[in-house]
Every structure is written in structure tokens, then in C-alpha cells.
């Protein structure tokens, strides 16, 4: 079974930095591209970075380019976004997701919560 | 970037209701269209990708069709369990963008 579990996630001071994890099980790691998206409280999902099966490819969306930075460690199955300069707007729920084939996001994970408040 | 505009933002609905919800595509994304469903506090979970190709374990009463600039997810039988949010995503063009959302709620 495909689980992808979030960790890392809580409260952080605006101009503070976090790194949030995905640990990953059930399929082949390394295989698949895979991304972060984001729901702010009560709104809509949000793609925020994509990572290429062995990490040599990385895309941002432009409101946390330069601030934010996705790796991968397939050794250790694992996902990470480093969060940096966090400002009020990047409290939201992060979701890590694997990219299905050629048809978006067929599995996430149940999604970690950033706060970014004084 | 794509725009997705999704309709309704909201709708009431009861069990058994035929239920309708519309993305229009700023563009053409030929197929590249999937449907997302989500309850309070959880994850999404994919109903309909490619358009129109139903998700493995996904209940036959969902169904996508669409190409080009205009997609519809339709729910002929609506259950209990359905009362959810829903969203489209366009991966046809960089950045793959979302739908607002649909809240399916209960009349």
C-alpha cells in the first residue's frame, strides 16, 4: 500500500525557517517525481514545487521561489521542503503528493500544518 | 499561467440528487484534467484522471468527460459519503494549476 506521511509541521515566526519531511513507503521511491502542495486555511489546493526522480530537476510556483527548496533522499524514501524567510501567507497545510504516470497526483499524504504567526 | 474556473462554488444537494460541476480551462489542455475529491481534515483523493478514465476503487456514480477548454464531473446518484469538497487540476501546462473548488453540501 502507497503511504506518504508528512512530518515537521508547527508554528514558526514570521522571517523563521522549517523543514518539513514526506516519508514514503509501498512503491518504488526513486521512481517517481514528486511535489508539495498547499491549502491555506479554508481555501483552495495550491502547487508549490515539483523534484525530479533523482532530484537534478526542481520547479518552484513564483511566490516562495528563492525562499523554499525541495530535496529528496532516495536512500532514505524520504521527501523534504526547507522553508525559509516564512512570511504569514505560507500558513497553510502542506500535502506532499506523487505524481501517477502522465495524470497528476494519484496519491498524498494527510498533510502537515505550517503557522507562520508572532 | 492556465486559469481553471470551476462552477458552481457551492451547491446543496440530497441523496440521490444528480450532481453537475463544471471546469472551464482558459486554454486548451487537450485531456490533461483530473478530479479531486476532499473531506474536512483530509487529504485529496483522485476520482477521475485523463478526463474522463474513472480512478481504480472509485464508485462507478462518478464520471468525467470533457477535452479542450470545458470538463464535467457528474455524480448521478448522490450518497451520503459524497458530501465533500471537489476540485479539478489542469496538468497539461506549467504550473499545474487547481480549480477553486465545489462544496457539495447537504439540502
Known amino acids: 500500500e502507497v503511504q506518504l506521511v508528512e512530518s515537521g509541521g508547527g508554528l514558526v515566526q514570521p522571517g523563521g525557517s522549517l523543514r518539513l519531511s514526506c516519508a514514503a513507503s509501498?512503491?518504488?521511491?526513486?521512481?517517481?517525481?514528486m511535489y508539495w502542495v498547499r491549502q491555506a486555511p479554508g481555501k483552495g489546493l495550491v502547487w508549490v514545487s515539483r523534484i525530479d526522480i533523482d532530484g537534478s530537476s526542481t520547479t518552484y510556483t513564483d511566490s516562495v521561489r528563492g525562499r523554499f527548496t525541495i530535496s529528496r533522499d532516495n536512500a532514505k524514501n524520504t521527501l523534504y521542503l526547507q522553508m525559509n524567510s516564512l512570511r504569514a501567507e505560507d500558513t497553510a497545510v502542506y500535502y506532499c503528493a506523487r505524481l501517477g504516470g502522465y495524470d497528476g497526483f494519484d496519491h498524498w499524504g494527510q498533510g502537515a500544518l505550517v503557522t507562520v504567526s508572532s | 499561467d492556465i486559469q481553471m474556473t470551476q462552477s458552481p462554488s457551492s451547491l446543496s444537494a440530497s441523496v440521490g440528487d444528480r450532481v453537475t460541476i463544471t471546469c472551464r480551462a482558459s486554454q486548451d489542455i487537450r485531456n490533461h484534467l483530473g478530479w479531486y475529491q476532499q473531506k474536512p481534515g483530509k487529504a485529496p483523493k483522485r476520482l477521475i484522471y485523463?478526463?474522463?478514465s474513472l480512478q481504480s476503487g472509485v464508485p462507478s456514480r462518478f464520471s468525467g468527460s470533457g477535452s479542450g477548454t470545458e470538463f464535467t464531473l457528474t455524480i448521478t446518484s448522490l450518497q451520503p459519503e459524497d458530501f465533500a469538497s471537489y476540485y479539478c487540476l489542469q496538468y497539461n501546462g506549467d504550473p499545474w494549476t487547481f480549480g477553486q473548488g465545489t462544496k457539495v453540501g447537504i439540502k
Open positions: 485523463a478526463a474522463s
Open positions: 509501498g512503491f518504488t521511491f526513486s521512481s517517481y517525481w
